[in-house]
C-alpha cells in the first residue's frame, strides 16, 4: 500500500505559477502510473494529467484545458510526483489530488476510476 500527500497548493494572481508535489509513503513511486486531478466543491472530480511509470518510459497525457500550461514530472531521486502549473486562471481554482495505480494498462488515464490510492489534497486558489 502506499500513502500519498499532496503540498505546494497556495494562493497565485491570475497567470501566475505553482508547483505541486505528491510524496509517497510507504512504497518507491517508480512503479506506479501517477495522475492528477481537481474537484471544487459541488463539482466531479476531473482528470488533469498523467504520468505513467518509469518501465514504461513515463510517458505523459494531459486534459485540453492544462495542455501547454502544466507539465508533470517525476524524481525518482527523491520519490515525488511534480505538477508544474504556469499560466494560472482563476478557473484553474480547486483542491488538488494525486492518485497512484500500479496498473500499466489503464484505456482511461485521466478517469478517477483507474486509480487505486489517493492523497488528501492540496487547495489552489488563482485570484483574478
Known amino acids: 500500500q502506499v500513502q500519498l500527500v499532496e503540498s505546494g497548493g497556495g494562493l497565485v494572481q491570475y497567470g501566475g505559477s505553482l508547483r505541486l508535489s505528491c510524496a509517497a509513503g510507504g512504497s518507491t513511486f517508480d512503479y506506479y502510473a501517477i495522475g492528477w486531478f481537481r474537484q471544487a466543491p459541488g463539482k466531479e472530480r476531473e482528470g488533469v494529467s498523467y504520468i505513467s511509470s518509469l518501465d514504461d518510459d513515463a510517458r505523459t497525457y494531459y486534459a485540453d484545458y492544462v495542455k501547454g500550461r502544466f507539465t508533470v514530472s517525476r524524481d525518482s531521486a527523491k520519490n515525488l510526483v511534480y505538477l508544474q502549473m504556469n499560466s494560472l486562471k482563476p478557473e484553474d481554482t480547486d483542491v488538488y489530488y494525486c492518485?497512484?495505480?500500479?496498473?500499466?494498462?489503464?484505456?482511461?488515464?485521466?478517469?478517477?476510476?483507474?486509480?487505486?490510492?489517493w492523497g488528501q489534497g492540496t487547495q489552489v486558489t488563482v485570484s483574478s
Open positions: 492518485a497512484a495505480t500500479q496498473n500499466s494498462d489503464l484505456v482511461t488515464p485521466l478517469a478517477d476510476y483507474e486509480y487505486d490510492y
